[in-house]
């Protein structure tokens, strides 16, 4: 894969990347404030970072290809019933390897990945929100140079007009019935 394709893919996963590894960063960072010591935080921090940010940007390639579209939760909540579970195991696992040197995992890892899954639809409202915010005015910055930016933006745009045209309509619908009453 050439270096130019890889540039485009890295704009293109960015918007997820950022998330992912900022919710990460946040999510670790609260172990400190649950009294954890800085170094396990650190490491907790660390270790959730990473997978949320390499699923994040999953999610936006997903999207660019169309895999996904914009203004469907359903897909999103799906990933992210899967991905999120799967970032809470690589942060056990990868922070107790960090700090005691071998992987503990909990005794009932089946348990531990089904109350994930189900604290992940919480992650997926605001990953997919964030997501739906920052990833137009992304691909409006890097559109001219990457094409695949373009065909995603132009399928944002085509989703706020069908959002934009349905609003129009209710309010005309408003309208009449209120005149109607009248």
Known sequence: MGAERVRRLGELALPGLAIGVT???????LS???GQPPGWALA????????????????SLLMAYGIFRPGVFATGGLYWFVGFPVSRLIQEAGSSTIIYGAPHLREDVLSFLAYQALVSLGFAIGFVW???????????????????????????????E????????????????????R
């Open 23 to 29: 919710g990460g960063l946040i999510a670790g960072g």
């Open 32 to 34: 400190l404030l649950a």
């Open 44 to 59: 907790s921090m660390l270790t959730l970072a990473i997978p949320m940010g390499l699923i994040g940007g999953g999610y």
């Open 130 to 160: 964030l997501h739906e915010r920052l990833t137009p005015s992304w691909l409006m910055r890097v559109q001219h140079r990457n094409p695949d930016a373009q065909r995603l933006l132009a399928k944002y745009v085509q989703h706020a």
């Open 162 to 181: 069908l959002l934009w045209r349905g609003q129009e309509q209710r309010r005309a619908a408003r309208g009449a019935r209120s005149k109607g009453a």
